[in-house]
């Protein structure tokens, strides 16, 4: 199976990474918020921003990843890590601050002593300095090269968008590998209820206005947002039926049932 070389381009650090499948669970790197409760309280708690509400909506009990936060007052943290509200910023110079003693930054959080696929969330800063913690992890564990690293991009309403679909993502492994793309990532014969081959229906919850399309899955595989299907979708212009090749992410398509 050959994908376009546009949408193999999506790919750019996943190709670069590990990509045999971990038993590793997947690993969530957060950016901190600036809104906050008013009291001490665990990070997780602490946190009230919008990514923070999104990240609570959509993960699920049977598909938890690690977390680690990255504070902008006291570098990478655990999650039950109880802190106090405070009004630091990732400004460039904090960063570099940061990166010049990284080991002293890491050195608050539990790092994973596997290597598994990794997520970042956050402003362009934060996943700077994420990235290197990630890079320096890797070595540290003895990986033969960086993990599998998607991030967050584009403004606010677009990360939230992309973390609540890499979340829901992780709710049902794929399983069958039927072969790799050109860049060594590879595709799956089944994910939950679907199954290449399947006629399934299109529709994208975030736009009610667009009309549910037919599509029939050609592969399933780990996309920059989470699990998706390679798909012919049947579009309909005047009474002519048009097959169009796409790449949808599972939470926008349906069983047909």
Same mark, same amino acid.
């Given at each position: @199976?050959?994908?376009?070389?546009?949408?193999? !381009?999506?790919?750019?650090?996943?190709?670069?990474? /590990?990509?045999?499948?971990?038993?590793?669970?997947?690993? $969530?790197?957060?950016?901190? !918020?600036?809104?906050?409760?008013?009291?001490?309280?665990?990070?997780?708690?602490?946190? #009230?921003?919008? @990514?923070?509400?999104?990240?609570?909506?959509? $993960? #699920?009990?049977?598909?938890?990843?690690?977390?680690?936060?990255? =504070?902008?007052?006291?570098?990478?943290?655990?999650?039950?890590?109880?802190?106090?509200?405070?009004?630091?910023?990732? *400004?460039?110079?904090?960063?570099? /601050?940061?990166?010049? &003693?990284?080991? /002293?930054?890491?050195?608050?959080?539990?790092?994973?002593?596997? %290597? &598994?696929?990794?997520?970042?969330?956050?402003? @362009?800063?934060?996943?700077?300095?994420?990235?290197?913690?990630?890079?320096?992890?890797?070595?540290?564990?003895?990986?033969?090269?960086? +993990?599998?690293?998607?991030?967050?991009?584009?403004? %606010?309403? @677009?990360?939230? =968008?992309?973390? &609540?679909?890499?979340?829901?993502?992780?709710?049902?492994?794929? !399983?069958?590998?039927?072969?790799?793309?050109?860049?060594?990532? +590879?595709?799956? #014969?089944?994910?939950?209820?679907?199954?290449?081959?399947?006629?399934?229906?299109?529709?994208?919850?975030?736009?009610?206005?667009?009309?549910?399309?037919?599509? *029939? %899955?050609?592969? %399933?595989?780990?996309?920059?947002? &989470?699990? *998706?299907?390679?798909?012919?979708?049947?579009?309909?212009?005047?009474?002519?039926?048009?097959?169009?090749?796409?790449?949808?992410?599972? /939470?926008?398509?349906?069983?047909?049932?």
């Amino acid at each position: @199976m050959q994908a376009h070389p546009t949408q193999l !381009s999506l790919f750019d650090e996943i190709a670069r990474a /590990t990509v045999a499948r971990s038993p590793a669970r997947p690993l $969530v790197l957060m950016a901190c !918020s600036a809104t906050k409760l008013n009291r001490p309280a665990p990070a997780m708690d602490l946190y #009230r921003g919008v @990514m923070y509400e999104t990240f609570r909506a959509h $993960v #699920r009990a049977d598909a938890q990843p690690q977390v680690i936060i990255l =504070s902008a007052q006291h570098g990478f943290i655990q999650p039950d890590a109880e802190i106090a509200p405070y009004d630091a910023r990732m *400004t460039a110079d904090r960063a570099e /601050t940061m990166l010049s &003693g990284l080991s /002293t930054a890491m050195a608050g959080a539990a790092w994973p002593d596997q %290597i &598994g696929p990794v997520f970042l969330a956050g402003g @362009m800063h934060y996943r700077r300095v994420m990235r290197a913690a990630v890079e320096r992890w890797a070595r540290k564990v003895g990986a033969g090269a960086t +993990p599998a690293i998607v991030e967050t991009s584009g403004g %606010i309403g @677009m990360q939230r =968008s992309q973390l &609540g679909q890499y979340l829901d993502g992780l709710s049902d492994d794929p !399983s069958e590998e039927i072969g790799r793309f050109p860049n060594g990532v +590879p595709y799956f #014969r089944r994910a939950g209820p679907f199954t290449v081959g399947e006629r399934v229906i299109h529709a994208y919850r975030h736009l009610p206005g667009i009309a549910p399309r037919w599509a *029939t %899955i050609r592969s %399933i595989f780990r996309g920059p947002s &989470g699990l *998706t299907a390679e798909a012919d979708v049947e579009e309909e212009t005047g009474n002519c039926v048009h097959i169009v090749s796409r790449w949808i992410a599972l /939470t926008n398509l349906q069983p047909n049932q």
